[in-house]
Nanobody, 123 residues
Framework: QVQLVESGGGLVQAGGSLRLSCAASGGFFTNRAMGWFRQAPGKEREFVAAINWSGGRVYYADSVKGRFTISRDNAKNTVYLQMISLKPEDTAVYYC????????????????WGQGTQVTVSS
């Protein structure tokens, strides 16, 4: 059973930066792709970024491309989301998720989820 715990969220002014972390336990982290998703109030959960098992392949939503960077440290069973140039529209609960092997942008393709961490960007 894979368990995921996010941290690093908070309140930041527009233009600021945050780094989210997601620590995994209870499973084989190194053979799993990891994704970050977000959900704003009243909206559906949406894809943000994903990284394959080795870290050699990454994919981003157009809305965050050039501002967010996903990375992973398999020795620490942790995936990161570095966010810069934050905008008020980035405000949401951010979730990390895990699935076997290959990257996906689809919510339903991921079988393990963290509890989420709130990111609030003030204007």
């Amino acid at each position: 059973q894979v368990q995921l715990v996010e941290s690093g969220g908070g309140l930041v002014q527009a233009g600021g930066s945050l780094r989210l972390s997601c620590a995994a336990s209870g499973g084989f982290f190194t053979n799993r792709a990891m994704g970050w998703f977000r959900q704003a109030p009243g909206k559906e959960r949406e894809f943000v970024a994903a990284i394959n098992w080795s870290g050699g392949r990454v994919y981003y939503a157009d809305s965050v491309k050039g501002r967010f960077t996903i990375s992973r440290d398999n020795a620490k069973n942790t995936v990161y989301l570095q966010m810069i140039s934050l905008k008020p529209e980035d405000t949401a609960v951010y979730y990390c998720a895990s699935r076997r092997m290959v990257i996906s942008t689809l919510v339903n393709d991921y079988d393990y989820w963290g509890q989420g961490t709130q990111v609030t960007v003030s204007s």
